[in-house]
């Protein structure tokens, strides 16, 4: 199908739209639910609408999508209540009444489907459609059902950003201020199932939840403030839904919803491999970068060492011996120094290895190194360290004068000041 | 009601003239008591510690307070009044721990949420409030992280971060949960220098400590907690030997013997 026809298929333009807005909505909530940690939430939320679909047709007696939306959204609610009551009355944790009621719930649900069909037969109901989503039977005004649901929640999370953000963070901190805690975290949990049952028919009940977790899963890699993080997952869940939409569409056959599903699960195969600060790759590469470093100086300060041992500033070391001193090769170490023109090589007696003489460069650096890493970073080591993630080895200069140089001790920046430490010790 | 703003003089004062007056409070988990029969008066314009050992109910008797967790039992009035009439007047310091410092937020994000009971709901937080924010992080000596994602921020600037965002409250009695818990000896004295400045300009401070050895130095007047009152007072008066055997017994070996004076009991 060519790119113009894809944009005529009404029937793509109909499902893309439908995937945009339910990319959007679990991205915006998902970040709410993954930072409160409740992202089995999404879960179970998801799994607990399928007694409320079923119900929802049972009283309509058709397949009427007000009904089972309805019957979907007082579902969740209800799950969510019973998770809440759950860990609240008994001595069961957050995650053990999650699986409880999600079980408890789908069970319910599984039992009504079937019930259904042997009543009505299976193609009449097509309610396990919602099991895995039908992107393809939605209409128009399917859409725009799921529009206005989405603008009734993100206007929602806008007019009280301010409130959700503190209960998310801070929640004991947010009661002390006076804010009503358990309704500002009962509505972001029933927004999570207003966006289950925007889902429903797209995803359907069973891989709602990864639309739930993923955006701001992968969203989180990349931003490091709350506003940010909210927008990058919409965007991350709109494209993963149109990504979808025309991935299926280019495919004959394939199924939307796990399409999307799986876009939005690439995003976080991506972002937790690449992402700068976080990513794994990015750790890998910090650590290897410093373990380098580290090398490097201990290298110079044994060569420095051997030199005033030998009373000769420009005594040649010979690389088997600097070898056996490590216990390991250190030709790599060797010739990144002399890349950066702390070492060079030395005239040697034929039959002997390699040798090498510190310059005057390395020289300096070496006696930086072995005057100690500085008075700031010794009054910092050993006190509190840095909290984030990562390299772990950056010291807590605590001082306010010191605090310039705090400033760039974010891992990784650091490199010189933590290496020293290590090679001083 | 929430954010709501105290209403004027109530009728109903009692105990007016104290910070704190905690009576008769219980408090239990699964029918275990945590505080027993407190009974509790802190004046105003002093910095009190309550101290006590491990399971003796320190944070629960602040939380209580702060009406975090039900009492089984009693009453509390601040400056005369329940709490829910006078939040407004009160700031707290959780412990540090109690948050999530990976959190996607700045230090200056997370101060100014300490300006966000003053105002109130639908305002969001405009140049009046980042300027307080920036003045508090100025005042705790870590205004140039202002900036700075709060997973980068060591454990003694996260518990600065946490004192600023109480500072912006302006509020007249302090409640703190352990402060100084795993900071370095810099930022203690920054806390230290900090709470006593709040104490000399009239306000009340209320400190869970857990260092016997600093009591005498940092604060005026002290409470021995071990689920009931052991002593409260003058730190001169109530840090004895006799009153911390009592709360601690065996568990400490006292460094320093004081001569026995009164034991203000509780």
């Known amino acids: ?425 | 009601m929430f954010f709501r703003r105290e209403s004027g003089s109530d009728a109903r004062l009692h105990e007016p003239g104290l910070a704190l007056h905690v009576e008769d409070l219980t408090v239990s988990y699964h029918a275990r008591p945590v505080l027993w029969d407190i009974d509790l008066d802190v004046p105003p314009g002093v910095m009190a510690a309550i101290v006590g050992p491990n399971g003796a109910g320190k944070s629960t008797l602040i939380k209580a307070v702060l009406e975090l967790v039900p009492k089984t039992a009693g009453h509390v009035r601040v400056f005369g009044q329940p709490y829910a009439r006078t939040r407004r007047r009160v700031a707290y310091v959780p412990q540090r721990s109690s948050v999530d410092w990976d959190f996607p937020t700045t230090a200056l994000d997370v101060v100014m949420m300490g300006r966000y009971g003053h105002l109130g709901w639908l305002r969001r937080p405009g140049r009046d409030t980042r300027e307080r924010a920036m003045a508090a992080l100025r005042q705790m000596g870590i205004d140039d992280l202002a900036e700075r994602q709060i997973s980068q921020l060591s454990g003694g600037q996260q518990q600065r971060v946490f004192l600023a965002r109480a500072l912006v409250q302006e509020a007249d009695l302090y409640l703190l949960d352990e402060p100084m818990a795993g900071v370095d000896a810099t930022t203690e004295r920054a806390i230290v220098a900090l709470l006593q400045g709040l104490r000399d300009r009239g306000r009340t401070v209320i400190v869970v400590h857990h260092d016997l050895q600093t009591v005498r130095r940092y604060y005026d007047w002290m409470v021995i907690l071990n689920v009931r009152v052991i002593a409260q007072g003058p730190v001169a008066e109530v840090h004895t030997a006799a009153n911390l055997r009592r709360a601690y017994g065996g568990q400490i070996a006292l460094i320093e013997t004081p001569a026995e004076g009164p034991a203000a009991a509780g």
């Open chain 1, 1 to 425: 199908m060519s790119a113009l026809a894809l944009l005529s298929d009404h029937t793509l333009m109909t499902v893309a739209m439908g995937a945009a807005v339910l990319g959007v909505v679990s991205g915006v909530l998902g970040s709410f639910a993954v930072l409160r940690q409740q992202s089995l939430m999404g879960d179970t939320l998801s799994h607990a609408a399928l007694p409320g679909i079923c119900l929802g047709f049972l009283w309509a007696g058709s397949r009427d999508m007000g009904a089972i939306l309805g019957g979907a959204l007082a579902a969740g609610a209800l799950a969510a209540l019973s998770v809440m009551l759950l860990t609240r009355l008994t001595r069961l944790k957050t995650d053990a009444a999650l699986g409880a009621v999600l079980s408890l719930f789908f069970a319910a649900g599984i039992v009504l489907l079937t019930l259904i069909q042997r009543r009505a037969g299976a193609g009449q109901a097509g309610l396990e459609a919602f099991l895995f989503g039908q992107a393809a039977a939605m209409l128009r005004g399917d859409v725009q059902v799921m529009a206005g649901l989405a603008a009734a929640a993100l206007g929602l999370v806008w007019l009280f950003w301010k409130e959700f953000k503190l209960v998310t963070f801070d929640p004991v901190f947010a009661r002390t201020l006076g804010l009503p805690v358990v309704a500002l975290e009962a509505a972001l949990t029933v927004m999570v199932a207003v966006a289950v049952v925007i889902g429903l028919q797209m995803v359907g009940v069973v891989l709602m939840a990864a639309m739930i977790v993923a955006p701001a899963v992968a969203a989180r890699q990349w931003v490091a403030r709350l506003g940010p993080m909210v927008v990058l997952a919409a965007v991350i869940g709109m494209a993963s839904g149109v990504a979808g939409a025309v991935i299926s569409a280019l495919g004959r056959g394939l199924a939307t919803g796990p399409l999307v599903v799986l876009a939005a699960s690439l995003a976080v195969l991506v972002s937790i491999l690449l992402a700068p600060g976080r990513g794994v790759v990015w750790e890998w590469m910090t650590r290897r970068a410093e373990r380098r470093a580290l090398r490097g100086r201990r290298v110079l300060a044994a060569m420095q060492a051997l030199a005033a041992e030998h009373g000769d500033p420009d005594y040649p070391a010979e690389q088997g011996m600097l070898d056996a001193y490590f216990g390991s090769g250190t030709a790599p170490a060797l010739s990144r120094l002399a890349a950066r023109g702390a070492v060079r090589r030395a005239a040697h007696m034929p039959g002997e290895g390699a040798h090498w003489v510190i310059t005057a460069e390395g020289r300096a650096e070496a006696e930086a190194l072995m005057a100690g890493p500085g008075a700031g970073e010794d009054r910092g080591a050993g006190e509190d360290r840095v909290a984030g993630r990562g390299t772990g080895g950056v010291g807590g200069q605590e001082m306010p004068g010191d605090a310039g140089a705090a400033k760039d001790a974010r891992p990784g920046a650091d490199e010189g000041g933590s290496d020293a430490r290590g090679a001083a010790r």
